[in-house]
């Protein structure tokens, strides 16, 4: 009876890698990352609706073209884009003349090989300065 079981539990378990392997090989034929292309050329996420949330990119490799799901947050509205992922300095002085303040970025990683620029320019506005919190009132007490 044991020797039945044993077998049973092996004849299932070779079923298993076998379904397993030829679902590899559909993924292969259809292109899929593990496919035969090696360079992908992928474009910008274009988002679905209005200019922000989700998406698809469409990639290139040789004759073939395939689609993938992303994201393109709704607070990302930058000018170099999603795919550029930049180091920043800290935040420069006021100007006093045009009323902003600039940092500069230099290029960190450029995902799914976007064009993007080696070192930007950012600037936004400078922030009035508030007035200090009034003093604390004194408590009652002995003075």
Not at 30 to 35: A, T, V
Not at 66 to 89: H, L, M, S, T
Request: hydrophobic share 30%.
């Amino acid at each position: 009876m044991q020797h039945r079981a044993f077998l049973l539990l092996a004849l299932l378990a070779l079923l298993a890698l076998t379904s397993t392997a030829a679902k590899k090989k559909d993924k292969a034929k259809k292109g899929g990352p593990g496919g035969q292309c090696a360079e992908w050329a992928w474009g910008p996420c274009t988002p679905s609706s209005k200019d922000c949330g989700v998406g698809f990119r469409e990639g290139t490799c040789g004759t073939q073209t395939q689609r993938i799901r992303c994201r393109v947050p709704c607070n990302w509205k930058k000018e170099f884009g999603a795919d550029c992922k930049y180091k920043f300095e800290n935040w420069g002085a006021c100007d006093g003349g045009t009323g902003t303040k600039a940092r500069q970025g230099t290029l960190k990683k450029a995902r799914y090989n976007a064009q993007c620029q080696d070192t930007i320019l950012v600037m936004k506005p400078c922030t009035p300065k508030t007035k200090a919190k009034a003093k604390a009132k004194k408590g009652k007490g002995k003075d």
